[in-house]
C-alpha cells in the first residue's frame, strides 16, 4: 500500500524557517514527479513547488520563489520543501504528493497519492 507521510511542520515566527518532509513507502518513487500543495479553508489546494524524477526540473509558485526549495532524495524515497523567510500568509495546511511518471506537474488533480498534510503556522 501507497504511503506518503510529511513532517517538519509546526508553529514559527514571521521570518523564521522550517523544513518538510515527505516519506514515501509502498512503491519507488524514483521516476515518478513530486510536488507540495498547501490549503487553507476555504480554498483550493495550491501547488507550491513541483520537482521532477531527477531533480532536474523545479516549479515555484511566484508567492515563494526566492524563498522555498524543494528537493528529493530518491535513495531515501524522500522529498524535501526548506522553506525560510516565512511569512504569515504561508500558514496552510501542507501536503505532498506524487504523479507516475516524468516532469513536474502543478495541477492537484493530475496527481496520484497524497500524504495527510500537516500544519504550517507563521505568527505576525
Known amino acids: 500500500q501507497v504511503q506518503l507521510v510529511e513532517s517538519g511542520g509546526g508553529l514559527v515566527q514571521a521570518g523564521g524557517s522550517l523544513r518538510l518532509s515527505c516519506a514515501a513507502s509502498?512503491?519507488?518513487?524514483?521516476?515518478?514527479?513530486m510536488g507540495w500543495f498547501r490549503q487553507t479553508p476555504g480554498t483550493e489546494r495550491e501547488c507550491v513547488a513541483a520537482?521532477?524524477?531527477?531533480?532536474?526540473?523545479?516549479y515555484y509558485a511566484d508567492s515563494v520563489k526566492g524563498r522555498f526549495t524543494i528537493s528529493r532524495d530518491n535513495a531515501k524515497n524522500t522529498m524535501y520543501l526548506q522553506m525560510n523567510s516565512l511569512k504569515p500568509e504561508d500558514t496552510a495546511v501542507y501536503s505532498c504528493a506524487v504523479r507516475k511518471g516524468s516532469g513536474y506537474y502543478t495541477r492537484a488533480t493530475l496527481y496520484d497519492y497524497w500524504g495527510q498534510g500537516t500544519q504550517v503556522t507563521v505568527s505576525s
Open positions: 509502498g512503491r519507488t518513487f524514483s521516476s515518478d514527479a
Open positions: 520537482i521532477s524524477w531527477s531533480g532536474g526540473a523545479t
